[in-house]
């Protein structure tokens, strides 16, 4: 008995998501607790686990195409059944249908004699491209056309080199002096080609790349957002690294980076700021007594802001290990919903990348987000004196509807000094 692969609860309030990639095929084999496909919503993307052992009968919802929660996108063939014992399973057999270089693809039929020719992806880009299904060479098991053997199909042949253009010789003059003749007209490389130009290629905008695009829009229309800058002496944090990163990995397990540095400097400066750290909610502004700082990371689908929950009691171990954590995690999209929820500041660190200076925006609700930078060797005044120093330029955008000028500035000052001056994190001044 086939057993059905339902689309699983990912989130509360979230009805509809987006099939991501298939990672088994049709008539490929899984393990219990295997990852067949990615789910994706607007807030995170998790794997669909294989609920038994078995093979992957039919799939009826391909990647890029919409689903509900509960509702049935392929089947899975158990151990033990007629399928998995070597029997021929049913196979689905797709219609497709040529209407004005559309394609149109018809109801799923079982035969138990027949392969599937056409994969639903691969009819939808010869269906585009107005090709019929015939011109296409099916490589995938038995024989069916895959999604790849489509765009092969649809590029054709290569284009001839343009004919060269003749010119007809110059006429032969009597005059004792020569003439020399016309110069050659030569085409323009690409003026002559044949077939559409195929320089774009579209792609399916991800859940969570529509969800950053809508807040960030909605934070740019709801929000008074102001930016100010700021810059930070590196030197003292990079001297404690430096002196203790060995003795400090061998201890914890992680690499002593900069970020706990910044993240304990922002719970101090929230402290001493708390606007920074409260949320406009009309007719009231909420003040929070804890801080829990997201802390931007590039993900397998784009930035994703996990958070560190009670950032002001954690030590410096448990923020680097719950970051180095995030970011792995992050990057197999294996982060949970809830830990992409509830913050109330956020830091992004734009140096990772060679950023010199930036203006990000809010995640709202939040009231600011702090900006780092990369870090670069400049001359700088000290005690008179022109000196070289690892410098940082920090930026600080905020909802100017909760925190004044004076404020924004007390906070990003409140960062430097600690910064460069780190025993203040121990001291508590």
């Known amino acids: 008995m086939p057993v059905e692969l339902k689309v699983p609860e990912v989130g509360e309030s979230i009805t509809e998501v987006q099939i991501g990639a298939w990672k088994r095929r049709e008539g490929e084999t899984v393990s219990l607790d295997d990852a067949i496909v990615e789910i994706e919503s607007d807030k995170a993307t998790v794997d669909l686990p294989a609920p038994a052992a078995g093979t992957v009968a039919k799939i009826l919802k391909g990647t890029g195409e919409k689903a509900r929660v509960g509702e049935v996108i392929g089947y899975l063939e158990p151990v033990g059944s007629a399928a998995a014992t070597g029997a021929a399973p049913l196979q689905p057999v797709v219609d497709v249908k040529h209407r004005g270089g559309r394609v149109d693809i018809g109801s799923v039929q079982m035969s138990p004699s027949e392969a599937p020719r056409v994969m639903p992806a691969a009819a939808r880009v ?9 011109a296409a060479q099916g490589t995938g098991p038995g024989g069916r056309v895959t999604k790849t053997d489509a765009l092969e199909a649809t590029a054709g042949p290569p284009a001839l080199p343009p004919a060269p253009v003749s010119v007809p010789p110059a006429p032969v003059r009597p005059a004792p002096a020569a003439v020399a003749a016309p110069p050659v007209v030569t085409a323009s490389k690409g003026a002559l080609t044949s077939g559409p130009r195929r320089d774009e290629r579209p792609v399916l905008i991800s859940p969570i790349r529509r969800r950053i695009a809508e807040r960030l829009v909605e934070a740019q229309q709801q929000a008074a957002l102001l930016t100010t800058f700021n810059e930070v002496d590196m030197s003292a944090v990079m001297g404690l690294r430096n002196k203790f990163k060995d003795s400090f990995q061998q201890r914890h397990g992680v690499k002593l980076g900069f970020m706990s540095f910044f993240v304990r400097a922002a719970v101090e400066a929230l402290r001493a700021v708390p606007q920074v750290n409260a949320e406009f909610r009309d007719p009231h502004i909420v003040y929070r007594d804890y801080a829990d700082i ?8 784009g930035l994703v802001v996990p958070v560190l929950r009670n950032a002001e009691s954690l030590s410096f171990a448990q923020i680097e290990q719950a970051i180095a954590d995030f970011a792995r995690r992050a990057a197999d999209n294996k982060l949970k919903l809830e830990e992409l929820q509830g913050g109330t500041f956020t830091i992004s660190n734009g140096g990772v990348y060679g950023s010199m200076l930036s203006t990000p925006i809010i995640n709202p609700p939040q009231s600011g987000i702090l900006g ?3 870090i670069t060797d400049r001359p700088v005044a000290v005690e008179g004196q022109v000196a070289i120093r690892p410098m940082m330029y920090l930026a600080l955008t905020y909802d100017h509807r ?4 004076r404020e924004a500035v007390t906070f990003l000052k409140r960062i430097k000094d600690t910064i460069e001056e780190p025993s203040r994190l121990m001291l508590e001044v």
């Not at 010869?126 to 015939?134: F, V």
Request: charged share 10%.
């Open 294 to 301: 997201g802390i931007a990371v590039g993900g397998g689908k």
């Open 372 to 374: 780092l930078h990369a």
């Open 126 to 134: 010869l269906g585009e491209a107005g090709i019929p299904a015939s």
């Open 402 to 405: 909760i925190v004044d000028g």
